[in-house]
């Protein structure tokens, strides 16, 4: 438990396990006291044994204790317990904590700005995941099942040094692409089949989060290539208006708009696009947002409104911008040439001064890119 305490200036303090050779031998290494200050930047450790009287004791002449209230269930009997010991201390002259405060407003929102060692280690994240997918398109082949390919992406993050991915891994081939959570991958690849991967990795307490759609036999039917290359187009039109100034939502109104336009110049969805936009058909194929903030978790803390308006991009901020189309074949009313094609392309994108910086980049992403780079990897085999 670390505890910051601010009175004429800060003081930090850590509790944490003190050393223990026999518990060690069974469960591990243990930092222990004497090394906690030095190794994790703090001024004062104490031993968790101690966590009760020490916390009593900080928590003299205290106005506010700061807490998570995404966590409060967990806090409050213990700060309850505290203030109300502190209270029996007044004839003492002892004062006790008279506000309990929420802190997750205030670490969110710094989360939410990167700093400059965060953005290197956000780089490396999204560069080690970039690795992982260009390793799982390097072994896909129709008759290959979708956890073999799941352990070369997650092989590939783990050699650069990853310690774990950053959220499960999906791959999904053919159908399977239509289910966006689907992370089972056990089914067997198919030739013809579309594969969609989205996997990320972590990195020094960062999470990368790429999807990549590509042909399981290197080559795009001309359905799936039209599909694919209109997807692609409203995730470049949504990058390209991520800069500072410009709020949250339009990314997801953008890549609506061509992804609709699209539709309707396919003859998929019928109909004006204004009405088609404002009554929301394209749900029927694209359900889920455009993006979410990135950093230490996938889906990253961090507000997307204030006052009921969306937030304006600032500089070190972190987004996915992520469209899909997906039409399994229980969309009987369409022709079978569109079923069971699930496509989404996903990059991580910074926002810096004057615009904005692609962290993902390394990937082949257009049809004829990506057809150039599996034929490479083919003859490699
Ligand atoms: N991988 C989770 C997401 O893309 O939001
Ligand atoms: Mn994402
Ligand atoms: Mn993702």
Redesign the pocket.
Same mark, same amino acid.
């Given at each position: 438990m670390l505890v910051l305490l601010k009175k004429e200036s800060l003081v930090t303090h850590l509790f944490l396990r003190p050393k223990d050779p026999e518990q060690e031998t069974w469960q591990g290494r243990r930092l222990g006291l004497e090394s906690a200050c030095e190794a994790l930047s703090i001024d004062q450790a104490w031993s968790v044994d101690e966590l009760d009287e020490g916390v009593l004791e900080l928590l003299e002449n205290i106005e506010s204790v700061y807490f998570s209230f995404s966590q409060i269930s967990e806090w409050l009997d213990p700060v309850s317990d505290w203030i109300g010991r502190l209270k029996q201390k007044v004839r003492q002259g002892i004062s006790a904590p008279n506000k309990m405060c929420d802190l997750d407003d205030i670490l969110h929102e710094q989360r939410l700005f990167k700093s400059a060692e965060e953005i290197s280690r956000m780089r490396q994240a999204a560069q080690i995941s970039v690795k992982g997918h260009l390793a799982a398109m390097a072994t896909v082949l129709p008759g290959k099942f979708e956890f073999q390919v799941q352990a070369e992406l997650e092989a590939a993050f783990v050699r650069e040094g990853s310690p774990r991915v950053?959220?499960s891994s999906?791959v999904a081939g053919g159908h399977n692409a239509c289910i966006l959570h689907y992370t089972e991958n056990r089914d067997e690849i198919k030739n013809g089949d579309l594969v969609l991967v *989205?996997?990320?990795a972590e990195w020094q307490g960062y999470a990368g *989060?790429i999807?990549t759609t590509f042909p399981a036999n290197g080559k795009f039917s001309s359905s799936q290539a039209i599909l694919y290359s209109l997807v692609l187009k409203a995730q470049q039109a949504a990058i390209s208006v991520i800069q500072p100034g410009v709020a949250f939502n339009v990314v997801h109104e953008t890549s609506v708009k061509v992804l609709t336009q699209g539709l309707i110049d396919l003859g998929i969805l019928k109909g004006e696009l204004k009405t088609l936009i404002k009554n929301e058909s394209y749900k029927r194929f694209f359900m /889920?947002g455009t993006g979410?903030w990135l950093g230490m978790d996938? /889906?990253d803390v961090g507000a997307y409104k204030h006052n009921q308006a969306w937030r304006e991009f600032k500089p070190g901020m972190v987004v996915?911008v +992520?469209p899909g189309l997906y039409i399994s074949a229980e969309h009987s009313d369409m022709d079978s040439q569109w079923h069971n094609i699930g496509i989404?392309i +996903?990059d991580d994108i910074l926002v810096t001064d004057k615009g904005h910086e692609v962290l993902t980049v390394g990937l082949p992403r257009t049809v004829a890119e990506i057809e150039a780079q599996m034929s490479v990897f083919s003859a490699l085999r």
């Open positions: 950053a959220f999906i *989205d996997a990320g *989060d999807t /889920h979410h996938v /889906h996915t +992520e989404r +996903e």
